[in-house]
Structures are given as structure tokens and as C-alpha cells.
């Protein structure tokens, strides 16, 4: 629905998003193992460590605001801009915003890691599941 509702407003507006809109897949894929992998590994820290779950709605709030999700990392000042850059999700939303609003496009090392850093963060949370995973029926 939402997908619809950006297309209505990319044509409302105006806004041709050119080649890099096929891009997109790839974006998607890319945020799904992001998340998939963390919450792997907090799922299964929740298992032993009662306590994470309620770090873990702390820090999604966080991430909201930390996540140049409504504003473009233009915006943000000089200053601020290594920590923003520690944020794979940063990287992501830079490229959704270059492939879907023609913003201009991210450096290379950031497109790469967009790709790199989920693709471990998946392999690295699995792992860590699979470990943890054979005492969870003992905890539980």
C-alpha cells in the first residue's frame, strides 16, 4: 500500500526516479537480512538475558531519530556526520533516497558496505542463534 501511495506522489510531485529505481530489490533484500540478523541475535539474548527486551524497544526509538529516515543527511551538520556514517541503516535509506528521489549518489564504499554489512550481519546473527539455540530449552 505504502508502495502505491509513494508512486502517487512521485507523479504528484513530479519526480522521475530514473534507472536506480531498479535498484530498489536490492535495498529492500538488503534491509531485511540487516534486520533479520539483528534480530536474530537478540532474540536469542533475550532467551538468556531477560533484560534485552527492554533495551531492544529503547533502542528501535533510537534508531528512529538516529536514521536519516524523514530528512536527508545533507541536513545534517559536518560534525555529526562520522556518527551517522558508524550507521548501516544510514547507508540504506541514503540509497533508497538516491534510487526513488534522485538525491545524489553515495560514495562507493558506502554502496558496498550497504551490501557487505547485511550480508554478514545475517551469516553472523545465524551463527550466533544457532550457538545459543541448543540452551534455550534449558532456560525456558
Not at 20 to 31: Q, R
Not at 80 to 89: A, K, Q, W
Request: proline content about 7%; overall charge negative; aromatic content about 14%.
Amino acid at each position: 500500500m505504502s508502495a502505491v501511495f509513494l508512486g502517487v506522489l512521485l507523479i504528484v510531485f513530479g519526480v522521475n526516479p530514473g534507472v536506480a529505481v531498479l535498484l530498489v530489490p536490492v535495498w529492500t533484500l538488503m534491509v531485511i537480512l540487516l534486520a533479520c540478523g539483528v534480530g536474530l541475535v537478540t532474540s536469542a539474548l533475550t532467551v538468556r538475558y531477560r533484560d534485552v527486551s527492554y533495551f531492544v524497544p529503547f533502542m528501535l526509538q533510537f534508531l528512529l531519530y538516529a536514521s536519516p529516515i524523514t530528512y536527508s543527511i545533507a541536513n545534517v551538520p559536518a560534525q555529526y556526520r562520522v556518527i551517522y556514517d558508524l550507521n548501516p541503516l544510514t547507508w540504506l535509506l541514503q540509497e533508497f533516497q538516491w534510487s526513488l528521489v534522485r538525491q545524489p549518489v553515495p560514495p562507493g564504499w558506502e554502496i558496498a558496505l550497504s551490501i557487505v554489512v547485511p550480508v554478514l550481519a545475517f551469516l553472523g546473527g545465524a551463527i550466533i542463534f544457532e550457538q545459543m539455540e541448543r540452551g534455550f530449552a534449558d532456560v525456558i
